[in-house]
């Protein structure tokens, strides 16, 4: 039986939050969760509560064993960009893009 949580349009770029869901993916939960309060990324925090979520959602059903959970699947897609502008000099202007992200994280039962 599987638990999911989704965390939708979190202010990180897709590619920096992709290094991180790579480290824990497959991974016990309760190793996940302490890997990541370790880590000295902005992701890590963003994808160690989704994690939380989605073992709190594990809790909810009664058949599901919150101690034998794993992180099945974890994928980040990549939310609205959000355009905005940098003047530059003599009249021109640079586009900077602010991306967001869509955590999402599956767990099971070994």
Known sequence: ?????????????????????????????????????????KGAQLIRKVIESAVANASQSQDIDVDTLYVKQIYIDGGPTLKRIRPRAMGRANRILKRTSHITVVLDEQ
Do not use: C, H, N, Y
């Open 1 to 41: 039986m599987e638990a999911k949580a989704v965390a939708r349009f979190i202010r990180i770029s897709p590619q920096k939050a992709r290094l991180v869901a790579d480290v824990v993916r497959g991974q016990d939960v309760d190793k996940a969760i302490t890997t990541l309060r370790f880590m000295p990324k």
